[in-house]
């Protein structure tokens, strides 16, 4: 297991080697999704009720680090 970050996992045997939430089989794309689809944060942690509020701005910190990159334009 590699942990990313405090509450970000990743094993190669659970969920396919997708990031997870603290080595639980909740992954960081299903909780992005859920916000995503416009679910608040009390919904999110009422629909997956194993996270913890410091979930969810780890996984939005972890996506945000995941995308920054340079893009060059002509």
């Keep these: 297991m590699i942990k990313i970050s405090d509450r ?3 094993d190669k045997n659970q969920c396919g080697g997708r990031p997870c939430i603290r ?3 909740i992954r960081v794309t ?3 999704g859920l916000l ?3 679910l608040s944060v009390e919904e999110v942690l009422k629909e997956l ?3 913890e509020f410091e ?3 780890a996984c939005l910190r972890f996506a945000s680090q995941r995308f ?5 334009a002509p």
């Design 8 to 10: 970000i996992t990743v």
């Design 23 to 25: 080595s639980m089989r």
């Design 30 to 32: 299903d909780v992005l």
């Design 36 to 38: 995503a689809n416009g």
């Design 49 to 51: 009720p194993d996270l």
């Design 55 to 57: 979930d969810i701005p």
């Design 68 to 72: 920054d990159h340079p893009v060059v």
